[in-house]
Each structure stands twice: as C-alpha cells, then as structure tokens.
C-alpha cells in the first residue's frame, strides 16, 4: 500500500537508500539543506510523522542555492526510493522554495546555516535539517498563512516570546501589508500570546 506515513526509522531508511541509489548511478556527492515536518522528526524536536522530505536549499562549496531545478538524477532516484519504500507520490520535493515566492528566494532567517545539523546518509549524500529557531520562524509563516498543524507544531517547539517577536518581525518584512499583520497579531494573541502582541505595535 502506498502513502505510507514517513517516521524516524523511516526517514533514516528512505535517505540511506537515496544514497546508496545515488551512488550505484554514480552520482557526484549531493548536500541538502531540509526543513519541514522531516526536519521536526529528525531532529526529536516535535513528535509525529510526515508525508514528505522539503527541500529549503541545496549547498555546494559551502554556499546554499535554490533547489530550482533539483538535479535530475536526485529525482530519478527519489522516484525509485518511492517505489521501493512505497511513499507517498511527492515524499522528496522542493516546495517550500520552488518558486519566486518561496522561502529561500524571499530570504532566510540571518544565522541559519549555524543552526543546521548535518547527517551523513552513506557515502554520496548528506543532509542538514533547520534548527528549532528556524522552524518556529517558518511555523509562524506558516501557521498565519494557513493555520492547522503548523500551528500544533509551533506550539509543540515551545516558544519563547522573544522567539516569537523575532520570528514574527522576520515574516513580517516577508509580507509588509496590514492585512498580513493583523491576521499575525490574530493569531498570537489566540494562541495566549497578548504580550508579544503589545510589543509588535
């Protein structure tokens, strides 16, 4: 059956066989750079499952890109990962930064690439997840766009208020419109945080 939901020994297992395809097909070594519900699983930092891997960026000589496009043999392989693990059809993509308005085009959160962790997933292929701090950036983003388990997991990575007043003054200068800081305000003050509110004003 396929769409099966990704855990952490799943995750481990689906990377290690990405590799080790990448490698039988000769790949040069591949660096990503992943955020996400894989990221959270990862890390221990929210405990769930998830339906696919996100990919923020790709690095190369220690400068991150735009995964746009992923390299064609990353796909190929991803595609037969899926097959043989039967994951959901889209588990490996680049959607949070496909596109002109994606999160690595409108510009990370300064000091991201401090926080990351990196694994090793065999010989051709590495990862590094976002820390706790860019997720709650990211969650926030996400949970005032469109609300639901974004916010779960917000809540789950445990916030501070300075935390959330950084994370909520980086999403704003993503999006500068009233309307945009109004639903944010919204939010924070329903999920009990009236004082980062006040501070935002």
């Not at 991150?64 to 796909?75: E, S, T």
């Not at 005032?144 to 999403?171: C, Q």
């Amino acid at each position: 059956m396929e769409n099966k939901p990704i855990g952490t020994d799943q995750l481990d297992t689906a990377l290690t066989l990405l590799s080790e395809l990448l490698e039988f097909h000769g790949s040069d070594p591949i660096e990503l750079v992943v955020c996400g519900g894989s990221a959270l699983i990862a890390l221990n930092l929210v405990p769930r499952t998830t339906r696919d891997v996100d990919v923020l960026a790709l690095r190369s000589n220690s400068q991150l890109i735009a995964p746009v496009p992923l390299p064609d043999l990353l796909v190929k392989t991803a595609e037969e990962v899926r097959k043989a693990l039967s994951l959901p059809i889209d588990w490996f993509n680049n959607g949070p930064s496909s596109n002109e308005g994606g999160l690595f085009q409108m510009g990370l959160p300064e000091g991201l690439e401090d926080r990351l962790t990196t694994k090793r997933y065999g010989s051709v292929l590495s990862v590094s997840f976002i820390g706790r701090v860019d997720q709650i950036y990211f969650k926030l983003w996400a949970a005032v766009d469109r609300g639901g388990y974004h916010i779960d997991d917000l809540l789950k990575l445990n916030p501070t208020e300075d935390e959330l007043i950084s994370a909520a003054f980086w999403t704003m200068e993503k999006d500068v419109s009233e309307g945009y800081r109004m639903v944010l305000k919204e939010l924070l003050t329903h999920l009990g945080f009236e004082n980062a509110v006040h501070r935002l004003s």
